[in-house]
């Protein structure tokens, strides 16, 4: 079964300092991979995803993520962390027949220092 | 576009009272899907819709948890008697037709059941 590996559950970085969140998947076929943003009290906001073609995708608010396949990692990152990005990231995975399904990380949760 | 809607926002319950959750989704989807968040983990799905059919409810509780979806539009998530561990937040998302499952969630229903 497919599923979704968030090793870090709470990371602290200073404003203005490179964040880089790991995700691992476990899954047979190419995976269709997602990263979300959960601020306090609101619903999942889609970040970036991969589906084939180019390793590196960008996405919103200058996020970025790598597709490694050797590593079944899709690690996301951002040069340089702004106080309103503190939030629970979700990697997640599509699964089931047409990846029509979301199979969830536990999430990372990010807390900015000014 | 209006993104999906979801009341109520709160809701807090004796264990054994029932409880019931509306959704409506973006214009056009046809897929509609309730999530479980659990405090500290990532969504669980636990019911799928295309159109007003079922497509995947392994995940439901079907002993205690219902919905439904009669127009094909807007759905109700119900829950009959609530537990304890029902506590938790209630999303709803939709997703974009054809391709590559790009999933709007709602702001969800945070439950808390006494």
């Known amino acids: 079964a497919q599923s979704v590996t968030q090793p870090d559950i709470h990371i602290t970085v200073s404003e203005g300092a490179s964040l880089e969140l790991r995700c691992n998947y476990s899954?047979?076929?190419?995976?269709?991979l997602f990263w979300y943003v959960q601020s306090p009290g609101q619903g999942l906001q889609l970040l970036l995803k991969?589906?084939?073609?180019?390793?590196l995708v960008q996405g919103i608010k200058g996020f970025e993520a790598e597709f490694k396949r050797s590593q079944s990692s899709f690690n996301l990152r951002k040069p340089s962390v702004h106080w309103s990005d503190a939030a629970e990231y979700f990697c997640?995975?599509?699964?089931?027949?047409?990846?029509?399904?979301?199979?969830f990380g536990q999430g990372t949760r990010l807390t900015i220092n000014p | 576009e209006a993104g999906v809607a979801q009341s109520p926002r709160y809701k807090i319950i004796e264990k054994r009272q029932s409880v019931a959750f509306w959704c409506n989704p973006i214009?056009?989807?046809?897929?509609l899907y309730w999530y479980q968040q659990i405090l500290g983990q990532g969504p669980k799905l636990l019911i799928q819709?295309?159109?007003?059919?079922?497509?995947?409810d392994s995940q439901l509780p079907k002993d205690r948890f219902s919905a439904e979806r009669l127009k094909g539009v807007d759905s109700t998530l119900k829950i009959q008697p609530a537990k304890l561990e029902d506590s938790a937040v209630y999303l709803c998302?939709?997703?974009?037709?054809?391709?590559?499952?790009?999933?709007?969630f709602g702001p969800g229903t945070r439950l808390t059941v006494l």
């Open positions: 998302a939709s997703r974009t037709p054809g391709g590559y499952n790009e999933q709007f």
């Open positions: 899954y047979g076929a190419t995976p269709y």
């Open positions: 991969y589906f084939s073609g180019d390793t």
């Open positions: 997640a995975v599509g699964a089931g027949r047409g990846a029509q399904k979301l199979v």
């Open positions: 214009s056009g989807h046809a897929t």
């Open positions: 819709f295309q159109n007003n059919g079922v497509v995947d």
